[in-house]
């Protein structure tokens, strides 16, 4: 007989009764508070088309590198997975035999947060009463996959569920934000919003990079072979992301390096970058030098800038040969933000209208870096812990280890950051959680009084994410 | 109606009721016992003088960068708040305002360190039992105020009233130390030292190092434009700083870096650094090699060594050349020990009679240089967590991460490291809190038994730092 | 009068009831598993002889280089200490007068794991009843030492004792592995292993390194002055070794730096190295090549591979030449391991067959690298918390920060890797105390179903170190 699946009510709450208790108190405010999204990779087609989803394999496993490099790491190859390759020539195994794969692991990701998300998914969004094991593999599968075809498990109708008020896409400057038009005119009164992501057209390294300044060009009307045309260019896109909601911009660039050069070098590096393939050091002088190009921006137009550094893309090459970009190998390297972000910070790190929302990967640069200079310069503030982090243990970790320094108010809140569309009520779950907890425990110890605790829930929850995003 | 403000008398223990006990009940031992500061940044002639303090903005607020950065990081410009510039052409705010721009902005130190420091000086020093908000701000400010005016709040009385067995400033070596002679010579029995500094004459990227160095030939009547000489007035200044109570030297080096040159490579290098500017690498092997010389003179002298190195100071330029120095923008970088530290340990590290204390800005190397230098090394003591880790957290993780491999007794006790007079008692509660804390938990798990315990509570408070420093 | 010592059934189980009652449902279902020893660095001559062990002294403090360290960094030299030096000129302390040194500084040890585990072995080992201090050395002294004489402490009673399952040593490919001849010989069931650590002829900067090479030359009849017949001198001791029980290789380079380079600049480099002293890079390539030779040849013969990085070893020099290697002087430094593995891992690392053990002495490479590592590639498994971090805080700290990632099932249970023969059962049950107490920490938060974390404390004890070592 299987095990019933059960989402304690006082999941990830600290286990003493009287913190416990703080927690329960503080987390009965934000819990139905609606979700704020300013940062994600949903696809934003779903809410334009608005179709159904096909099957709980494609839906929940195919996307989520977060459930299938956890299998391949266990010697499950991808193609059993059924991820898709760039020539398939193997035959593609049925969503029901990678479901059962999928669950016949599933012990594998105790412990883990995505055990956490999917079971919150199974348990809340599909009503699923019983653990996910060998047994039930089918009686999952048919579960999801028939309920998904239901108008109530519709992406708009989730949307609204889920009480979300507003998502954020991401988006290339070369998309045409058709989804984001189709769903402005359609009516529907779901707030989905893009950001401005420019990485295939500002990283000299990022595939394709010189066509896609030549179709940058093309898009714009501007003279893409000067570099004065070039940003003309990329402030005429942004412009375009604002009309369909953007309030931010998203750098992914392997560090956080930036460059403050004369016109002149400027526009020596940018004919140097176009003239073809360069060396590593020249691609992040020209990275560099973009991110203050763009804080520029900023403070003519407004958008927020996060920084989302040190991934090492696709460190597997032979997964990266066959499978593409995105498949659970990039790897957080060593990060270091104090040295590589002063030439922005000493252009424009003191005016109070720019805003610099700043990530990591590397946890040793929350007490050492990033919470000392968020905790002085007025356009910096703090990202959540991110990705890897994104974590009980993650979370908990971030805040012990950037409160005492920057404070809470120099942090913006939470990011889901996610593909997996279900998951985002988990994941802020998660977040709520864990932030009750933390700040139980500070009233607790008697750091903090519980009224402040109570007002801080609500800002962590939604106002300082409203606030950093300008939403 | 305004808050009460209460200190708690369980504040920063442990919440499990039976190791809050342990905790009350070592930190029944040690709460009264005398204050022992042997490194920090008040100003001798406050006991010199032993004049009144002028109003709480100017004593409270305008000295302290951990206050004024927080405010400044979220937009609150550091002229509206009374720092003073180098060129002061804009009038200055009054004190009451900016004391209500701080008090009303009190919410921002939620969860921080300066917070607990501030709450405890308010009911502590002053009496006061309402919690600071915009409605309390001329009550506090009035207060305070009037209440500096008392005898009983001049420095020398507070001096007594906190209970301070021994404070040390700390003194450049071109400093007379008239102050600390106006002490000794008062008849007043309070036991203010100094503590040398020559950073100003042993980094050539000091402002005008070459300077000082013909400065410090003159006040000691060697001749340094030779390296012999210039060895010579230091060995003269220390000496004169013994008679004045100096125990001990302290490097803020950017690195921990060392050097063991040859007679002729010191010489060589010598000269160089006084003929004029030098490049970032020759400065930090003439700082590298200088460590080295004192580590020598410490042999002789007997002066303890504290190296806190690891901040790249002065980051925000602009605040730099409208304030100066000091100003919350010092931001600590990575920073290695192995390599830095082993020519110096080469040298003399076997010598028992050698007594350096290390202090690091960057956690990580906690668990993986300095407590494994501080267990094998009889020269080599760890200073406790620092500046931005002198807080709860900052200190559970320094005693977690050392404790294993170092043990207890290659540690040194508290430092407070302070401009902030009346914070020091608060200081050190916080820290004798946090080590009965710690010390409760390994009880309370058997790792340790209780009378153990509490011997270790009064070394840690008390006995270390005595014995660590010489006092 | 002295304390009694005592091992309280809870130590280190979390505090709260409800926490502490589930870990001790937990550990009593692997408390008395069989233990499982798959790298360390017993003698395997104890096991062949079978002769008593001597005294207190030279089994308990002479090679315990965690015990002698402490006491040096506290100024007492290892003269008095009797440990061994390369001329010994001055005459040796009597066991027993160094056995009262150590008494009466055992209070250094306080919360450190020698501390725990000293306390294990007096009292479960030798039925000791009273703490040890100045009081009690002779007791202790005379104690130990007579016990040692029985039968039933002789080395392989104790292995028995000890519920030893299996028990891997580690020799170099020149050990020609007579001991472990003998025990195959002998007919005693016990399963002591050896396992292949080919530093001395892989590593340009091992003390004896051209020599090692013509010595294994020698040993199998191989032309060694070739890259391809030292690699064949190579297989045929792996084959040789596997003889003898091994299932693992075992590297102790400085860094995880790995190369891939075509034949001819492998014969190149190969010559170049075996010209005679080569530059420190020169040396890192070589071994980084080797690394990955090493796992061609695991492919083969299917030994697992260990990799040990990190440690700057005989950091003082002085030290190294008087007393030689292993004295406590090793120091970790930061150690990167996703440049530097990826060579290798682009060549098999996505061939399911190898199998990598990747340790680390550097705690920042656990949440930010080693986790999202293991956590996709297939050969990847993590090693536990090791040497500086085998302790409880290390353990909790491995947990934490790896398991969100990497899962618990990408690592491999318990590595006692000590010299410490009768420390054994102590460090085990330490490791088993804590992962129950972490399982439990997750239950407690309903992070875990309890019957789940009742197989993976099995797990965690027991099956995951026989699959990941083939044992």
């Not at 299987?2 to 009764?17: G, M, W």
């Not at 560090?255 to 970058?273: G, I, M, W, Y």
């Not at 997996?420 to 709520?432: E, Y």
Request: glycine share 6%; hydrophobic share 35%; aromatic share 12%.
């Amino acid at each position: 007989m299987s095990k019933p699946l059960i989402l304690h009510p006082d999941r990830l709450f600290p286990v003493h009764a009287t913190t416990r208790a703080i927690a329960r108190r503080l987390y009965a405010e934000v819990a139905s508070l609606p979700i704020v999204s300013p940062h994600g990779h949903t696809d934003p087609s779903w809410f334009a088309h608005n179709h159904n989803f096909s099957n709980a394999t494609d839906l929940l496993i195919k996307p989520d590198h977060y459930v299938f490099r956890m299998l391949y790491s266990q010697g499950i190859s991808l193609e059993a997975l059924g991820i898709r390759q760039h020539k398939n020539s193997i035959p593609q195994p049925s969503p029901r035999d990678v479901w059962g794969i999928f669950a016949s692991n599933y012990a594998l990701f105790r412990g883990t947060p995505s055990r956490q998300w999917l079971d919150h998914v199974f348990a809340t969004v599909f009503d699923i009463d019983v653990a996910l094991d060998t047994d039930t593999a089918d009686y999952y599968f048919d579960t999801i996959t028939e309920k998904l075809q239901q108008d109530a498990f519709k992406p708009r109708a989730l949307f609204e569920r889920f009480n979300i008020e507003v998502l954020a896409t991401t988006e290339s400057p070369l998309d045409n934000l058709t989804h984001h038009e189709a769903i402005q005119n359609s009516g529907w009164h779901g707030r989905v919003i893009t950001a401005f992501r420019p990485d295939p057209v500002v990283d000299p390294e990022f595939e394709g990079f010189i066509d896609n300044v030549h179709a940058l060009g093309q898009l714009t009307g501007e003279n893409t072979s000067q570099f004065a045309g070039y940003l003309n260019a990329l402030r005429t896109r942004r412009d375009y992301f604002k009309q369909f909601g953007a309030t931010s911009s998203d750098h992914g660039h392997p560090s956080p390096f930036t460059a403050d050069l004369c016109a002149r070098e400027k526009e020596n590096l940018f004919q140097h970058v176009m003239r073809g393939p360069v060396d590593a050091p020249t691609a992040e002088l020209f990275r560099g030098q973009l991110l203050t190009e763009m804080a520029a921006m900023s403070l003519d137009d407004g958008l927020v800038m996060q920084i989302h550094p040190g991934s090492f893309r696709n460190h597997n090459q032979t997964i990266f040969e066959k499978f593409g970009r995105d498949k659970g190998a990039d790897i957080p390297i060593p990060t270091e933000y104090v040295r590589n972000l002063r030439p922005l910070l000493n252009k424009y790190g003191n005016d109070p209208r720019l805003s610099i929302i700043v990530f990591t990967l590397d946890e040793t640069s929350y007490s050492r870096e990033l919470a000392p200079l968020a905790g002085h310069y007025p356009c910096l503030k703090l990202g959540p812990a991110w990705w890897f982090h994104d974590s009980p243990e993650g979370m908990r970790r971030f805040r012990q280890q950037t409160t005492e320094t920057a404070g809470f108010y120099n942090t913006v809140g939470f990011n889901d950051d996610t593909r997996a569309f279900l998951s985002i009520p988990a994941r802020h779950d998660v977040a709520r959680r864990m932030d009750c907890g933390f700040l139980a425990e500070l009233v607790a110890d008697h750091r903090l009084d519980e009224d402040e605790a109570r007002e801080l829930a609500i800002d962590l929850t939604y106002s300082l994410v409203k606030n950093a995003y300008n939403l």
